[in-house]
């Protein structure tokens, strides 16, 4: 009876059809195959092929390929192609770094459904004897790496293949150097799986951008962005409404009208709130544009958007807007962008006191620079409260601004750093600041915020709130911290967060961004009374304590 159950689960076999696999799946296991191969095989991580080229042809060689076994034959086969991997016994050696492994995954090499158990085991073998010391494909300066020695095929649209190439270099890029991919809304596996479609169905220059927009914009990070003037014009438009407005509440508030070539007269007035253009509500802009337009959070959405609300290709814009109390719709003249004129705002001071007894001292973060900071706080250093500014991008006064405010040195944060010897994983190290000063200020430090104070403006943020006195004041802010690595996909300029930035508790201010301890936000009423919410509240603390 036994010998009848073999032979007729034999005979099952020999009929049943092979797995069958899809053509996403083919390509989705090509993209991962061959970026994990590019930086963890030994041969070719030193650039012994011509990479791109090798997935040029496995895409040929994918369209021959029909079920799981032919396709595990073709990655069985392409491994032992590039030659013998030695065994590595400086890669069991265990490193004396704290790791941070969030985003250390490779375990979609044991993923059965695509895999064999045989195909899964080279991978692994190679894992565990990768490559070490240099990598053709990128180098490192400091403890940050960049890309190098990738082949450009410019920024038309020229292939299928080419495209599914650019999407492969970037996914991959992501794959292993992101620090921060575990926080993408979408996990980054399924951004693969959903991408490969779009960029397959490619046809034009125009959507060869925006899909790669669309990936870039993906990763959830302020500090992306993909340069391309194709969007910029398409999308966004090259002619604009001649004047200046500030956002608050879902509405833009009119504050100043710019003069044009043609000397011609607006219909828009200064005070006017604008809460519809060409049909849609500012909360729909923005949904419409962020499609392609990356950023941490909701807020740094708005922070990128909303310079471009006003853009069009067309003569004309229809706006709806109250004016004193009255909704109106208008329709405006737009302009190119050569044909408006522009004041020069005047340039803030860098410090100054802020009240006639000279017991508030104000700091405009954006402007002062590490060969002012003595001579500020000479001056500044006997006042009850001084209040930094940093709704804006500092100039690297960190270091020696802690050092004359904070009262001894302090670990204010912790960098997570990309381990180049076994990728997607990174090393933690925290940051001290400042140093033992009995001559510390001993007065209240106020500090401004709000969506523009990102990266860097963060981390010194993070630092002034090490002060026994400090107090956050302001709104959410951008949530995109560490340094940022540049370079090109499909010869446009991106980039994307490069070091990881973490509270010491490693809480992380990535996406979430510095919670201030009172939240202010300008409002519409505010701004048409020329008011600075944000520093009228930080006045008002000093005067009450609360």
């Not at 496995?58 to 032919?70: F, G, R, S």
């Not at 195909?119 to 940050?144: A, C, M, P, T, W």
């Not at 970037?170 to 479609?197: A, C």
């Not at 996909?489 to 967060?497: G, K, M, P, Q, Y």
Request: proline residues 4%.
């Amino acid at each position: 009876m036994r010998s009848f159950s073999i032979f007729f689960i034999l005979l099952l076999s020999i009929h049943l059809p092979a797995q069958t696999i899809s053509d996403t799946q083919k390509l989705e296991s090509l993209c991962k195959v061959w970026g994990f191969l590019k930086y963890y095989h030994p041969h070719v991580a030193k650039g012994n092929f011509n990479w791109d080229q090798q997935l040029f042809q496995k895409m040929t060689e994918l369209d021959n390929v029909q079920n799981k076994a032919q396709l595990n034959e073709l990655y069985s086969h392409w491994i032992d192609s590039l030659g013998t991997v030695e065994i590595c016994e400086k890669c069991k050696k265990e490193e004396d770094k704290v790791y941070f492994l969030k985003n250390f995954n490779l375990n979609w090499i044991k993923d059965s459904t695509v895999f064999s158990q045989h195909v899964s085991q080279k991978l692994e073998y190679i894992q565990h004897n990768r490559n070490l010391g240099d990598n053709y494909y990128f180098g490192k300066g400091g403890r940050k790496v960049f890309f190098r020695n990738e082949n450009s095929y410019g920024s038309k649209f020229i292939s299928r293949q080419i495209s599914l190439l650019e999407l492969f270099r970037y996914w991959n890029y992501v794959e292993y150097f992101f620090p921060y991919k575990y926080e993408t809304d979408q996990p980054w596996n399924e951004v693969l799986k959903e991408m490969i479609p779009k960029f397959i169905q490619i046809e034009n220059d125009e959507q060869y951008h925006l899909t790669l927009a669309e990936l870039v914009t993906r990763i959830d990070d302020s500090h992306a962005f993909l340069f391309s003037p194709l969007i910029s014009l398409n999308q966004y438009g090259r002619r604009r409404i001649p004047v200046e407005y500030e956002y608050a509440e879902g509405k833009l508030v009119v504050t100043k009208i710019n003069s044009n070539k043609f000397n011609e007269s607006s219909v828009l007035k200064i005070g006017d709130i604008i809460y519809d253009i060409n049909g849609k509500t500012i909360p729909q802009m923005v949904n419409s544009f962020g499609k392609y337009i990356p950023a941490s959070n909701s807020w740094g959405k708005i922070k990128k958007v909303k310079n471009l609300f006003l853009f069009s290709n067309n003569d004309s814009i229809t706006v709806k807007l109250e004016r004193e109390g009255q909704n109106m719709m208008l329709t405006v003249k737009t302009y190119l962008l050569k044909d408006i004129y522009y004041e020069k705002p005047p340039i803030p001071e860098k410090w100054k006191f802020i009240d006639a007894e000279k017991k508030t001292g104000y700091v405009h973060m954006g402007i002062i620079e590490r060969k002012d900071l003595k001579e500020m706080y000479e001056n500044l250093k006997t006042t009850e409260s001084i209040i930094f500014d940093l709704r804006n991008y500092p100039k690297q006064t960190i270091l020696p601004l802690s050092q004359l405010l904070l009262p001894e040195n302090t670990i204010y944060y912790q960098f997570n750093f990309p381990e180049t010897h076994y990728l997607s994983k990174f090393y933690s190290r925290k940051n001290s600041i400042g140093k033992h000063n009995p001559d510390y200020y001993k007065g209240n430090v106020i500090v401004l915020v709000d969506e523009n104070t990102q990266s860097q403006a963060e981390t010194t943020a993070m630092m002034l709130k090490q002060h026994p006195k400090a107090k956050l004041i302001g709104g959410h802010t951008s949530g995109a911290n560490g340094d940022v690595i540049r370079f090109k996909i499909a010869d446009l300029e991106t980039s994307f967060t490069g070091l990881g930035a973490y509270y010491p508790n490693q809480t992380e201010t990535q996406r979430v961004g510095i919670i201030p301890d009172i939240i202010v936000k300008p409002t519409v009423k505010g701004i048409k009374e020329g008011k600075d919410e944000v520093l009228e509240r930080a006045l008002d603390y000093i005067k009450t304590g609360q």
